[in-house]
Each structure stands twice: as C-alpha cells, then as structure tokens.
C-alpha cells in the first residue's frame, strides 16, 4: 500500500508545486502543517502534532487506498534492505542497515491481508499494532487504518493464506 504514496502528483505537492517547476520530491507530504479530515475521523487536532511524518505519511496512504482500490497487491521480497532506508547516493556507512535475501514473493487480492502476512514475515508479530508499539512506535500503523476503514482484516487468524507458511518465509528485519 505505501507504493501508492507514489500517486500523489508533484505537481501539486512536491517542494517547488508553486513555481509550476514541479520537479523536486513529495517531501511537503511528510510535514503537512495541516490534515483537513480530523474532525471527520472523530481526532481532536490537539492528539496529533502538526508536521508528524508519523501521522501524515500514514494517513495520507490510508486516504489512497481508500480513494483507488488496490486489486492484486504484490510484495516483492526477493531480495530488500533491512535496519531503515537508505539512499543510492548515502555515502555514510550505516552498518545497521544490510541487505536481505528473503527470496519470498507475497501476493493477495486483498492488500490489507497482504500487507499484513509480509510484516509478520519480517517479523513484526502484531501487524495491527497501536502506535506506540513496536514497530510503530512513533508512526500511525497504515495497515491498522485501512483495516480500520472496513478495507480488509489485518487479523492474521482471519486471513486464509496459501502456499509457504509464514513460520517459512520468516526472516526478522
């Protein structure tokens, strides 16, 4: 579901949208000083900190899946980077940071469901976890939104999942 971040076009959110230059990135996402639909999700504004990457980045997902279905969610897990991100053009060593081979590929109709077997995957035992709880300590878990907004159970015991079991496919990130 995060890939969907992508959707948003920069030439209304990236950081030169006003120039009509709009070449530069989505960063402004990651900071709004505002997020219009509180009141109507029933969150006083004074329970989020405006500018919260952990709270825009994941609600603005939850708002696009909710606006543009997703009907074969794919998770590549071949090969991926553990211990955070990490730019191409990072010169920094971040021995934190290695690169995995799961050699794992998780698809479902569902991306709730999907999302939800791939964090288990990596690890994460709870994929409906609070915020304030690992991994989600100080971020809004995307997947319990959506599933939060009747798109489908992130309830692992409520998912029927095929083909190699997670105990398989695990590997901890």
Not at 2 to 24: C, H, W
Not at 69 to 84: F, K, Q
Request: with cysteine; net charge negative.
């Amino acid at each position: 579901m995060k890939n969907l971040f992508g959707l948003t076009p920069v030439s209304l959110y990236d950081s030169e949208a006003e120039t009509e230059r709009a070449i530069a990135h989505r960063g402004p996402l990651h900071k709004l000083t505002e997020y219009p639909h509180l009141e109507l999700l029933g969150i006083k504004p004074e329970q989020r900190q405006y500018g919260d990457s952990g709270y825009s980045v994941p609600n603005i997902i939850a708002d696009i899946v909710k606006a543009r279905p997703i009907h074969l969610a794919i998770v590549d897990g071949i090969t991926a980077v553990s211990g955070g991100e990490i730019l191409i053009t990072d010169t920094n060593e971040r021995p934190e940071v290695q690169l995995t081979a799961p050699g794992v590929m998780i698809a479902g109709c569902n991306p709730v469901s999907t999302d939800a077997i791939a964090t288990a995957c990596m690890g994460y035992d709870d994929p409906r976890a609070e915020r304030g709880s690992w991994p989600f300590e100080e971020c809004d878990n995307h997947i319990l939104l959506v599933e939060q907004a009747g798109l489908g159970p992130a309830d692992l015991d409520k998912i029927e999942a095929r083909g190699m079991s997670i105990k398989k496919a695990f590997l901890p990130y």
